[in-house]
Structures are given as C-alpha cells and as structure tokens.
C-alpha cells in the first residue's frame, strides 16, 4: 500500500513538472522569438500623462508622458489628427520623457494625443493616447 502512494505520487509530480516546463517556455505565447522562444517580451508603455485625460487647456499647450520599453528616441511617434507632432525626448535612465504642445490652431475642440511605440521586438509594440479638451 505505501509503494502504491509513492509511485502515484511521483507519478502526479512528473506531470506537473511536465505542464509546468510547457507553461513557462516562451510566457504562454507572448515571447518574440519564432520557435525559440528564447526572447522575452516586454511591452512598451506610456504613463505619467500631463495634462491628465479630459482636462481643459487652451491651445498650444504643453503635455508630456513617459514612455518605457521602447527600442529609442527614434521609435517615439506622436501625432493630433493624423498629424505628427514635434516632440523633445529626454532619456531618463529607466524611461524617456516626451514633451510636446499642442498646436495653436485647435480650438473648441476634443483631441486625442496619439502615440505609437516601438519595442525591440516587433509584438511587443504600443498604441495608446489620451483625449485633452481644448478650450478658446
């Protein structure tokens, strides 16, 4: 009887070792690698809005966020409207701080600021934004 515990046990043990090892290889198919499995995933990613969402600025405001995760400077794209804006990146070690401002002809007017990221890994890339209300 005590044999029988023992092989069963080992027995539940080598399948949770199995499922385990399946589970972890590639982060459930989020990794960037095709096959391998050997490049991980991290997500690039915009936080710190300012102005926050919905808040009310006049035009030509400035705003910023921060960005992480993204493969430089060069891969940090904003636009308002389908129209690319001028932006200043500062490299904060961990992140880049993105400053822009709005342009002077908007006005009465809900925008969104669009940002596109590109990570060093191609699945891992980010589109966000957030809306501003632009008053007169």
């Given at each position: 009887m005590q044999a029988l515990k023992i092989?069963?046990?080992?027995?539940?043990?080598?399948f949770c070792n199995i499922s385990w090892a399946q589970s972890t290889g590639g982060h459930?198919?989020?990794?960037?690698?095709?096959?391998?499995?050997?490049?991980?995933?991290?997500?690039?990613?915009?936080?710190?809005?300012n102005p926050e969402h919905m808040t009310s600025v006049a035009p030509g405001s400035e705003f910023s966020f921060a960005a992480s995760g993204t493969n430089g400077p060069g891969h940090i794209h904003v636009s308002i409207k389908q129209q690319p804006i001028d932006v200043t990146i500062e490299d904060k070690d961990t992140f880049y701080l993105v400053k822009g401002k709005l342009p002077e002809d908007i006005k009465n007017s809900v925008v969104?600021?669009?940002?596109?990221?590109?990570?060093?890994?191609?699945?891992?890339?980010?589109?966000?934004?957030?809306?501003?209300?632009?008053?007169?």
């Open positions: 092989i069963s046990a080992l027995i539940v043990l080598s459930g198919g989020h990794g960037g690698g095709s096959g391998g499995g050997d490049v991980s995933c991290i997500k690039a990613k915009m936080s710190r809005f969104r600021i669009s940002v596109q990221l590109k990570s060093k890994v191609g699945k891992c890339d980010a589109e966000g934004g957030w809306l501003l209300k632009v008053t007169e």
